[in-house]
């Protein structure tokens, strides 16, 4: 009988430590391992009283209550609380609320300053992949070794750049090299010809040996699991690097609040993805450089139920319903604030919004921007329309201020994957669209389009606009797809250059060096400068009383 149990509980220890190390369920409530754990253990007794009864020779009909109330306790914990407690019928308030306060923005331009142009993302994911696998590629004996894994974007050292770790290609590669993969992947998110391949950082090598391509102990959740959060959930894993490059592991860590389900951030796992140390931080004590801690999945299921269940769960009609629309971007603002960004359309709608968020990645603070536009979608439609003779293909476009216009920003792309031009649509008019050969001269033509005196959107910055009379000191013109762009030098300002269009005024192709003009400006720390409005003083002409036109002295 001693040699027989010696047995069971070893086959029995095998079995949970099996479990453990390849399914690593968590124990909490909330999640699935706990009832499943009570659930085998409860029918392992049911069993073992069962066959000791019938060592004994006793009837197997005779009831075992004890064990069998525990069977049955845990079977209902096992299914039937999941469901009960998690099913919104019951729940709507708590799922609606989950998103926490959802305040009402007042203006876009004013909360979101506009950006410096040179910090405006064209570089999408998809092509920042096409990118550094080439770059890896350029290695083959690393090539062979490795694959790039996904693509993340961050702010580094005041730079908007696209982060991916080496990932090993199999276990053998993983086997060969258990130091960890050689390096990671940096690509610029501003511009696509700066892409670099990182395997060393102040002298000392770049291992990636804790990652999702690993095994054993370097698997970077088992890593996570057996040192100390076999209780507590945590997902969404991020690849980012701090200022001085050190390559790190952003993992969420996250509780279930409604039941079984309506998933929350709480805290924030760093690890370290050399040497493995693992640091704990609460969301208000996260370190700065970390971009986010909220995963988007996370935001856009309770954005999604914030919108459905604003009149509870039963709402045939769908009467102000409203969900997120298809995708969802990761923007800035220039204090280095990130948001996720998604709009907001009423259920069944398509093409229009009824407004748009910005949810901290960080703190999960959100606001919503009452303001009827278009989807992304149908922005990147409008676009492409645009040069339809072209085939260019949008990416899924990023917003941006632009003159105090929420404005969808997106690089048109050739079949090859590659950058042709730049398009910018403002949201709340997806019939404007500006297109560039670059992103400054997308800029420049969007600016001269919203200025023009036959839209419908009036420029709301919150910058101060500036009025000022000078003297041309040098002038050229740049004509670039039939577009003539001039550019000039003023009398006072030496180190500036400015630019305008006739869209602005009529008078810019008569003009000439040594005239007189009277120019506004927005404010702007940009080498070049885009005058919004111009007046040459030197030719403006004016009507007389008998119609006739004369020079105005």
Same mark, same amino acid.
């Given at each position: 009988?001693?040699?027989?149990?010696?047995?069971?509980?070893?086959?029995?220890?095998?079995?949970?430590?099996?479990?453990?190390?390849?399914?690593?369920?968590?124990?909490?409530?909330?999640?699935?391992?706990?009832?499943?754990?009570?659930?085998?253990?409860?029918?392992?007794?049911?069993?073992?009283?069962?066959?000791?009864?019938?060592?004994?020779?006793?009837?197997?009909?005779?009831?075992?209550?004890?064990?069998?109330?525990?069977?049955?306790?845990?079977?209902?914990?096992?299914?039937?609380?999941?469901?009960?407690?998690?099913?919104?019928?019951?729940?709507?308030?708590?799922?609606?609320?989950?998103?926490?306060?959802?305040?009402?923005? !007042?203006?876009?331009? *004013?909360? $979101?300053?506009? +950006?410096?142009?040179?910090?405006?993302? /064209?570089?999408? =994911?998809?092509? %920042? @992949?096409?990118?550094?696998?080439?770059?890896?590629?350029?290695?083959?004996?690393?090539?062979?070794?490795?694959?790039?894994?996904?693509?993340?974007?961050?702010?580094?050292?005041?730079?908007?750049?696209?982060?991916?770790?080496?990932?090993?290609?199999?276990?053998?590669?993983?086997?060969?090299?258990?130091?960890?993969?050689?390096?990671?992947?940096?690509?610029?998110?501003?511009? !696509?010809?700066?892409? *670099?391949? $990182?395997?060393? +950082?102040?002298?000392?090598?770049?291992? /990636?040996?804790? =990652?999702?391509? %690993? @095994?054993?102990?370097?698997?970077?959740?088992?890593?996570?699991?057996?040192?100390?959060?076999?209780?507590?959930?945590?997902?969404?894993?991020?690849?980012?690097?701090?200022?001085?490059?050190?390559?790190?592991?952003?993992?969420?860590?996250?509780?279930?609040?409604?039941?079984?389900?309506?998933?929350?951030?709480?805290?924030?796992?760093?690890?370290?993805?050399?040497?493995?140390?693992?640091?704990?931080?609460?969301?208000?004590?996260?370190?700065?450089?970390?971009?986010?801690?909220?995963?988007?999945?996370?935001v856009q299921r309770q954005l999604d139920d914030w919108g459905q269940f604003v009149h509870g769960w039963w709402n045939p009609s769908n009467e102000d319903k409203l969900t997120t629309t298809d995708g969802m971007s990761l923007v800035y603002d220039q204090n280095d604030k990130s948001y996720w960004f998604t709009g907001l359309t009423s259920v069944g709608g398509d093409e229009g919004t009824v407004g748009f968020v910005l949810v901290d990645t960080r703190t999960k603070e959100t606001i919503w921007y009452k303001q009827v536009g278009a989807t992304e979608q149908a922005a990147m439609n409008s676009a492409m329309g645009k040069v339809q003779e072209k085939r260019y293909?949008?990416?899924?476009?990023?917003?941006?201020?632009?003159?105090?216009?929420?404005?969808?920003?997106?690089?048109?792309?050739?079949?090859?994957?590659?950058?042709?031009?730049?398009?910018?649509?403002?949201?709340?008019?997806?019939?404007?669209?500006?297109?560039?050969?670059?992103?400054?001269?997308?800029?420049?033509?969007?600016?001269?389009?919203?200025?023009?005196?036959?839209?419908?959107?009036?420029?709301?910055?919150?910058?101060?606009?500036?009025?000022?009379?000078?003297?041309?000191?040098?002038?050229?013109?740049?004509?670039?797809?039939?577009?003539?762009?001039?550019?000039?030098?003023?009398?006072?300002?030496?180190?500036?250059?400015?630019?305008?269009?006739?869209?602005?005024?009529?008078?810019?192709?008569?003009?000439?060096?040594?005239?007189?003009?009277?120019?506004?400006?927005?404010?702007?720390?940009?080498?070049?400068?885009?005058?919004?409005?111009?007046?040459?003083?030197?030719?403006?002409?004016?009507?007389?009383?008998?119609?006739?036109?004369?020079?105005?002295?």
């Open positions: 009988m001693g040699k027989t149990i010696i047995k069971y509980t070893f086959i029995l220890g095998l079995f949970v430590w099996l479990v453990l190390y390849f399914g690593m369920p968590t124990f909490a409530w909330g999640f699935m391992g706990l009832p499943l754990a009570f659930l085998f253990f409860s029918g392992l007794i049911f069993l073992i009283e069962r066959t000791r009864q019938l060592s004994k020779g006793k009837s197997v009909r005779k009831p075992l209550i004890i064990p069998g109330i525990l069977l049955l306790i845990s079977i209902i914990y096992a299914f039937v609380i999941p469901s009960l407690s998690s099913w919104a019928f019951f729940r709507a308030d708590d799922y609606r609320n989950l998103i926490g306060e959802v305040k009402i923005g !007042e203006s876009f331009a *004013k909360d $979101v300053a506009p +950006i410096s142009h040179d910090k405006i993302r /064209i570089v999408d =994911q998809e092509l %920042a @992949y096409r990118l550094g696998d080439k770059v890896l590629g350029g290695q083959p004996s690393l090539g062979s070794q490795a694959h790039l894994g996904t693509f993340r974007i961050q702010k580094v050292n005041g730079e908007f750049v696209w982060v991916a770790p080496l990932i090993h290609s199999g276990i053998f590669k993983w086997f060969n090299n258990k130091d960890g993969a050689h390096g990671y992947v940096v690509v610029s998110a501003t511009n !696509e010809r700066d892409v *670099k391949l $990182v395997q060393s +950082i102040n002298g000392k090598d770049v291992k /990636i040996k804790y =990652q999702p391509g %690993a @095994y054993a102990g370097d698997f970077l959740t088992r890593h996570i699991y057996m040192n100390g959060y076999m209780t507590q959930g945590f997902t969404d894993y991020t690849f980012e690097i701090d200022d001085e490059g050190t390559p790190f592991w952003v993992v969420t860590l996250y509780d279930k609040t409604v039941g079984f389900a309506g998933s929350n951030a709480k805290g924030v796992l760093v690890v370290n993805a050399m040497n493995g140390e693992i640091n704990e931080y609460s969301i208000k004590d996260a370190p700065v450089w970390l971009d986010r801690i909220q995963p988007k999945e996370f293909h949008a990416s899924f476009p990023l917003t941006y201020n632009i003159n105090g216009v929420p404005t969808y920003v997106m690089p048109l792309k050739d079949q090859a994957g590659l950058i042709k031009m730049v398009a910018m649509v403002p949201v709340q008019d997806y019939s404007m669209v500006a297109v560039g050969n670059d992103l400054n001269e997308a800029v420049r033509n969007y600016k001269n389009t919203l200025n023009g005196s036959s839209n419908s959107i009036v420029p709301k910055s919150n910058s101060v606009r500036f009025s000022t009379k000078t003297v041309i000191s040098r002038m050229a013109s740049d004509i670039r797809e039939g577009s003539t762009s001039y550019y000039l030098m003023l009398d006072g300002y030496p180190h500036k250059i400015f630019s305008v269009t006739s869209a602005i005024s009529n008078e810019i192709p008569l003009s000439l060096v040594g005239d007189s003009i009277l120019i506004q400006y927005d404010e702007s720390k940009e080498e070049r400068i885009d005058i919004v409005r111009f007046d040459n003083l030197s030719i403006t002409p004016t009507k007389t009383e008998g119609g006739e036109l004369k020079k105005m002295e």
